[in-house]
């Protein structure tokens, strides 16, 4: 039970430090002191510690014996390298799960890009990553490719903290991305998993594209 308390405690700090990271809260280069964090939440630097880990292992968070936990920089490497493996596995776990859609999973689909277009007119960019994520996730939810999902699921956690600096200032490319998702489900539903496989690439690597540019402008990332 004192395990279970503490994955429990550990789970949600890592949720609550990744959403600080990811809304500007920790900028990068801040300090994410144990003791402190401890003190903040009320509890052991046992889940603390957990939790830096698992945000160390998602790209987040570095942790050095000198230093200790800081909040990881913006890096071009490795934006470009998150969008390019997205590329490569998001359309192969599109092929194997696409088939297998049922309507059910179709409804879950459809609720979700409602609430995007809620999120959109609302100018809610934290929102809007959060529906992106589960919007990807569910279109691969019929894969069976664990290890592959868990993969992606982690690159569009780290991706999520390059988006929300561009959408922040470019809503237009919500519209964008909200177009392209529903052709994406329109042309699954159609079966046409050839053409929804090209688009669903195309559409990681524009976003992957058009993030380089736009961070390299606003001098927001180290090389």
């Not at 790209?59 to 000198?66: K, L, N, Q």
């Not at 409804?107 to 995007?116: F, G, N, P, Q």
């Not at 809610?124 to 069976?144: K, S």
């Amino acid at each position: 039970m004192t395990t279970l308390k503490h994955r429990t405690v550990s789970a949600a700090l890592l949720e609550e430090i990744r959403r600080r990271v990811l809304d500007g809260s920790y900028p990068a280069g801040s300090q994410l002191r144990q003791d402190m964090l401890a003190e903040e939440f009320g509890v052991s630097r046992i889940p603390v510690r957990e939790a830096l880990f698992q945000l160390e292992a998602e790209g987040f968070v570095r942790i050095s014996p000198h230093k200790g936990a800081t909040v990881a920089a913006l890096s071009i490497a490795e934006l470009e390298e998150a969008f390019e493996l997205r590329a490569l596995l998001e359309p192969r776990l599109l092929r194997h799960s696409a088939p297998h859609l049922t309507e059910a999973d179709y409804a879950r689909i459809e609720a979700v890009l409602a609430d995007y277009s809620r999120a959109l007119d609302a100018r809610d960019t934290a929102r809007w990553g959060e529906l992106n994520t589960v919007l990807h996730l569910a279109l691969y939810a019929r894969a069976g490719k664990p290890r592959t999902a868990a993969l992606v699921a982690s690159l569009l956690q780290e991706c999520d903290r390059y988006t929300r600096l561009q959408l922040s200032t470019e809503p237009a490319s919500l519209q964008r991305a909200d177009t392209e998702h529903r052709e994406l489900v329109r042309l699954c539903r159609a079966g046409q998993l050839r053409e929804a496989g090209l688009l669903l690439k195309a559409h990681v690597e524009h976003v992957g594209r058009a993030l380089a540019v736009f961070l390299r402008e606003q001098g927001k990332l180290s090389a």
